[in-house]
């Protein structure tokens, strides 16, 4: 009778295990919307054939899981719950080209020659406008070399940082001080999308050789050293409440072939999965800091996929 409950706790004990090891990400597509100017459609640009198509490219999610569509083209802010529902617009009344949520559910935008960020309350009420176009270019000088791209995002607390690289060997992040009319921008040692508050993560080498190593910190001593494999382009996405910490990446010969990868605390590789390689047909989805993709605090990734009947949010949870 022994061995026979010993054999049951066994067998359990396998499909327990089987289960673990099978355990895939699930991907839905969650928002829907066609193209068009009505309440709840995104606006697409088409006029110019020499130029990429106008169209959505930035998303943010705030801490309720409500998602935000930055829709340049009807210059408006699209608010969806957490399952698609349009829940509201929020006017743009600056130039924005990325969207990023706040503690509180502020909303934050950037755009235009002067860096302008612009900040609405979570009811669309306009708060404010600030020129961060000095402090970049001092940023620049001090450092010796440009940096590319900028946009917004939030760090761990909430609070409005802009981001940037130069090339692809390390990504800088910047607290922003807001003056009477202008932005100082300080650097901030903490990498983006951080959420868990244990250690800080350190990128301390980036290239298209050997792709990301990360390193993560307590007292100026490695915990945990992660290196992407060579020959791969990893992003950092962030962490997640559990600090497991996520990547996007891809192959330097074969960018089609996209993952996410889940790595958990100690830098075990314990998930990866296939996410679409486009997120619309003029430009792919790209390695950290990608306005296109955003993790949230639960660890669920959010996609933008730009189609040729309109725009649609893919959610993958692991």
């Not at 409950?5 to 099978?22: D, H, N, T």
């Not at 060579?230 to 330097?252: A, I, Q, T, V």
Request: charged share 25%.
């Amino acid at each position: 009778m022994k061995l026979y409950f010993r054999l049951i706790g066994i067998s359990f004990f396998f499909v327990f295990l089987a289960s673990v090891i099978e355990a895939k990400s699930i991907s839905e597509i969650i928002i829907d919307v066609k193209w068009g100017s009505a309440q709840g459609m995104v606006g697409i640009d088409e006029s110019n054939p020499e130029m990429p198509a106008m169209a959505p490219s930035s998303i943010d999610i705030d801490d309720k899981g409500n998602i935000y569509i930055l829709d340049i083209v009807n210059k408006r802010i699209n608010k969806y719950s957490s399952n698609g529902k349009f829940i509201m617009d929020i006017p743009l009344l600056e130039f924005a080209g990325t969207v990023a949520i706040g503690k509180n559910e502020i909303i934050y935008t950037l755009g235009g020659a002067r860096l302008r960020v612009t900040i609405y309350e979570k009811d669309g009420q306009y708060l404010g406008s600030y020129d961060c176009e000095d402090s970049w270019q001092e940023v620049q000088r001090l450092l010796g070399k440009p940096l590319t791209s900028p946009f917004m995002n939030t760090d761990e607390q909430g609070s409005p940082v802009l981001t940037s690289s130069a090339g692809l060997l390390e990504d800088y992040v910047f607290e922003i001080i807001f003056g009477d009319s202008t932005c100082e921008l300080i650097p901030k040692k903490e990498m983006l999308g951080m959420y868990g508050n244990t250690y800080p993560w350190v990128v301390s080498k980036r290239d298209k050789n050997s792709g990301i190593t990360l390193r993560k910190k307590k007292k100026d001593k490695d915990i945990v050293v992660i290196c992407s494999p060579k020959g791969y382009r990893h992003g950092f996405l962030g962490c997640d409440r559990e600090d497991n910490f996520y990547f996007d990446g891809s192959p330097l010969k074969n960018w089609k072939d996209s993952k996410i990868y889940k790595y958990n605390k100690t830098g075990l590789l314990i998930d990866s999965t296939d996410i679409l390689p486009s997120p619309h047909q003029y430009k792919r989805i790209g390695p950290a800091g990608s306005t296109y993709a955003k993790l949230d605090r639960e660890g669920n990734f959010y996609q933008l996929i730009v189609t040729l009947s309109g725009a649609k949010i893919m959610k993958w949870s692991f």
